[in-house]
């Protein structure tokens, strides 16, 4: 299997020498193309810092970060922004579309950019509106939408380039529990069906519950780690609540 992500040896640390604070603490791990990975932690345990790193947003204090064969750690202008624009998708807890432009132009601006044919953009388009249920929406702009909608606008935007990696920001956050049962789903179908790679970073063990494998990060470095395997989504769902219990944030939500 094709690893996509490794993670080695990274250290993430603030302050000065005489204040330092370790917000990463030799983390280590890898991802295989075609896992729905989890992270999960209680606020200031380094899970945002984490995606951050990965995300090339911020940068590491040492170690290693590689994905898709790059290690991007050495990466730098040009060179990192193209590696951005072409090997990740991000999806934010904050829908982030440009009120200007209607869906369909929103989700077709990444290809734009990438000078794909104006051809190859509409084919693309009406291929992952399809998957995500959102066709009756591609000529509305942002305020004419739901917030699901705009969640599955901006979830299409991230993978219409195909990336190597998607990165989901507590997608569900900003969205009703109907409507972030709906995304859940529908990134557990890209998962299956498109064997698409994501990495969710959340504190809500309901959305977790869908991910296949899922770290638990305390104090800046990896306290558990838990597989679904042949769990039911619910067994799983209990498990991650165990551990969650552990690290001292337990969620009221219902599977």
């Not at 302050?15 to 604070?21: D, P």
């Not at 195909?162 to 709906?182: C, F, Q, V, W």
């Not at 838990?226 to 969620?251: M, P």
């Amino acid at each position: 299997m094709n690893t996509i992500l490794t993670v080695e040896h990274v250290k993430k640390i603030y302050g000065s020498k005489e204040n330092q604070t370790k917000a990463l603490d030799d983390i280590s791990f890898d991802v295989e193309e075609g896992e729905f990975i989890g992270i999960m932690g209680v606020s200031g345990s380094g899970k945002t810092t984490l995606l951050n790193c990965i995300s090339t947003i911020d940068t590491v204090t040492s170690g290693l970060i590689e994905i898709d064969g790059s290690d991007i750690t050495k990466l730098k202008g040009n060179k990192l922004s193209d590696f951005r624009r072409e090997k990740l998708g991000f999806i934010f807890q904050q829908f982030n579309l440009l009120d200007t432009l209607t869906a369909y132009d929103n989700i077709a601006l990444a290809l734009s950019i990438l000078k794909v044919s104006v051809k190859e953009i509409d084919a693309r388009i009406r291929q992952v509106a399809e998957l995500l249920n959102i066709k009756e929406v591609l000529e509305k702009y942002p305020y004419e939408m739901s917030g699901g909608q705009q969640q599955r606008v901006a979830a299409a935007r991230a993978i219409i380039t195909n990336p190597a990696l998607i990165l989901a920001d507590e997608p569900t956050g900003a969205l009703d529990s109907k409507s972030a049962k709906m995304l859940l789903n529908q990134l557990t179908e890209l998962n299956d069906n498109q064997n698409a790679t994501i990495m969710m970073v959340t504190h809500d063990s309901f959305s977790a519950s869908y991910c296949k494998r899922i770290l638990f990060i305390k104090d800046g470095r990896i306290f558990h780690e838990l597989r679904k395997e042949t769990n039911t989504r619910n067994e799983f769902y209990q498990k991650i609540l165990s551990v969650v219990a552990k690290l001292g944030g337990e969620d009221d939500n219902e599977a």
